[in-house]
Every structure is written in C-alpha cells, then in structure tokens.
C-alpha cells in the first residue's frame, strides 16, 4: 500500500489518516488472513465493528493461528450474540490457538501481584488497590461478605457496601475477626486460635471451572472457562487453582435426563442441568452470563393444581433470565415456546420472530 493512501482514503470518507489506516488494515487482513469472515462480509451478513474486532485480536497471530480463530467465531459474526459475549469467544478462540503465548502471559501476569492503597484522596476518602490470582479475589470476597452478613444477624442497620467496609476493618485486626466468627461477645478475651477449625467458621467457597474432556477424535483445545472470570488455559488451572483448592470432578452427562416434578420450586440438580445447558439469559439478544444468579423461568407457565405427574417443571420448561426480561415475558406481551430443552423460540408484540439457542440469537423470517 503506498504511505500515503490512508489520507486520500480518509479525507473521502470523512475521517482521519489514522482512521482510515485502520480500516485498510483490517480489510486486509480479513481478506488475506481470515477467509470464512470476508466471505461473510461479501455476502453483507456480518457486523462491521465485530469482523474488525476479529482482525485487530488476530493481527499478531500467524496465518495459521487466524485460521483457527476464523473457523471458531465465523458463525457470531453477524450480532447474533451481545458485544460482550462476542469479546470472550474471540478471546477463547485466541488463547486455544495460541496456547503457549497465552501460557506465558498468565506467568507475566502472575508476576505483578500487589496490594497497596491508591494515591488518591477524595474528602477523607482513600480506595486499596489488589491485584491477585482470582482464587485469592473470589476467597477475599467470601470472607468479607460473610463478616458483613454476621454484623447484620448482630444488628447492624447499615447498607451491605458500609458493612463490607466495617469487615475490611475487622480482618485488620485478626483477633477481632476471631472473635466475631466464633461468636464472643467483643469484651471478651481473644479466642486461642490453634483449636479453631477454620473449615467451620470461613464461608465455603466455589469456583466453578469449565473443562472439555477431549476424545481420540475431538481432543481438548486445551481452554477452560472459569465462571466469572473467563478463559485461562488448563495449564493455569493445573498449577495455580488445582494445587490450592479441593477440586470436585463432576462430568456433564444426560442433562436431559433429570426426572420432572410436579412443585413450582425448582429443583437445584434443575439449576445446576440448566446452567450448564443453557449459559447465558435467554432473552433475544440479552447480554448477561450470570445465570446462576438470575431467575429461573418457566417456559410454559406453571399451574398450581394440575394432574400429579404432568412434570411441570422439568429440563425443557425452564430458562434463566434477569428480573427485567423475567417482568417483559410475563407483562410485555411477549410470547416464548421452547420446543427442544435449550432452544427458545420468541415472539415480541408486534409479530416478530427470534429464535436463541446456545450460539445467540436470530431474527426469523428475514430475507436471505
């Protein structure tokens, strides 16, 4: 390209050299580098700003590592799944097809652990910054959430964030936080902590990681997906959470196969089964990945009364949503069937189609 074409470029269009330089850029590569994602583009069925995002992630990749990641995100090019979501597949993608890269920079990273309280001030206001292994962040969270807990079972009136704040100050002085945890009253003496069993006193806590066994003829990319955090290599998860934690293997089998029953409250093997089959709100085009703390949803409605054995609530009747979409579905005149557990089929109220399945969302009855 000559240096200079960039500044005709962008002055016929209206923006920057440097704007323009850009979207050459990423043409290029979409062309020469990610073929499955500019035959999408030629066939006007992608997002602009998604196919750019793949070729900006993808430029320091070889060719043959962009071949990877092309082949894996082609199919969600098209919007059919939340900006947010889209950024963690193409991340995934890119770390299984660049594992050693994506091994050393966990280690690079790992290096720079720190807590310290930030420089600035604001009206006697000061923050403390921690960066850490999210096991030690997720322990951390635990614990403090748990002391602020026992302060409102105490009768602390405040808001759960001043509470949380009032716990910091107590895990400051560990005989204090002893001394709330096992029950003494603060005049007492501090408690001998050598008989203590901390297993007792200190929440439990659960990290929920995602592994892809891998056959002889699918093996694993070598990915795992960690709940509230992201992808991190299964290297990661071996040497730094495996060696630290009680890890529980639980294979995902026969999802489907959870008996029904016949009670409005839903069963926690539902949730867990549900979960898993279906990660993210089933809204059309809903953003959240935070299933498990969003309300379960009955895709038929459930009937108080009905015939024992009609298993209302059952793998297939379910879908998790946020409170919002939960009140749209029941007051907003919206319409949903579920005609095979884990895929969704939307109506809103003036006749348009969705259909939401494990890769997104998709308007029905569209032109091609």
């Known amino acids: 390209m000559a240096e200079f074409a960039s500044a005709d470029l962008g002055a016929r269009l209206g ?24 035959a ?12 750019r995002y793949v070729a900006r992630r993808t430029r320091d990749l070889t060719v043959e590592q962009a071949a990877h990641v092309d082949e894996r995100v082609v199919e969600s090019v098209d919007g059919r799944i939340p900006w947010s979501r889209f950024e963690e597949l193409v991340a995934a993608a890119i770390l299984a097809a660049d594992r050693w890269s994506a091994m050393r920079r966990e280690d690079e990273e790992g290096a720079r652990q720190f807590a310290s309280p930030t420089r600035s001030t604001e009206n006697g206001m000061r923050g403390f910054h921690i960066r850490a292994p999210f096991a030690v962040i997720a322990r951390l969270d635990a614990t403090v959430q748990h002391l602020a807990d026992v302060l409102a079972a105490q009768g602390d009136t405040d808001e759960n964030d001043h509470r949380r704040v009032k716990a910091i100050l107590i895990l400051a002085n560990p005989a204090a936080a002893v001394q709330l945890l096992v029950g003494h009253p603060s005049d007492d ?6 008989d203590l ?22 093996p694993s990319e070598g990915v795992a997906r960690v709940e509230g955090v992201g992808a991190v290599t299964e290297d990661y998860v071996r040497r730094h959470l495996s060696p630290a934690a009680k890890v529980t293997v639980k294979p995902v089998l026969d999802l489907e196969g959870q008996a029904p029953v016949d009670s409005y409250e839903i069963p926690d093997r539902h949730r867990q089964a549900v979960h898993l089959m279906t990660p993210a709100d089933t809204f059309p085009f809903a953003s959240s990945l935070d299933p498990r703390h ?23 009747n ?51």
């Not at 895709?299 to 009905?306: C, R």
């Open 189 to 194: 003496s501090p408690a001998e902590t050598q």
């Open 197 to 218: 069993d901390w297993s007792k006193l200190l929440p439990a806590v659960t990290i929920l990681v995602h592994m892809y066994l891998g056959t002889a003829g699918a």
């Open 318 to 368: 379910y879908g998790p949503m946020t409170t919002f979409h939960h009140r749209i579905k029941t007051h907003g005149n919206w319409d949903v069937q579920q005609p095979y557990p884990g895929i969704f089929i939307w109506r809103d109220p003036h006749g348009a189609h969705y259909l939401v399945d494990h890769t997104g969302t998709r308007r029905l009855g569209l032109a091609a």
């Open 294 to 316: 969003q309300q379960i949803d009955h895709t038929e409605e459930y009937h108080p009364g009905a015939d024992t054995g009609a298993g209302q609530s059952r793998i297939g």
């Open 15 to 38: 923006v920057s050299p440097w704007s323009a330089h850009s979207l050459m850029a990423d043409a290029l590569d979409l062309v020469i580098r990610l073929p499955r994602l500019w």
């Open 40 to 51: 999408r583009v030629e066939a006007l069925e992608v997002k602009a700003s998604y196919a």
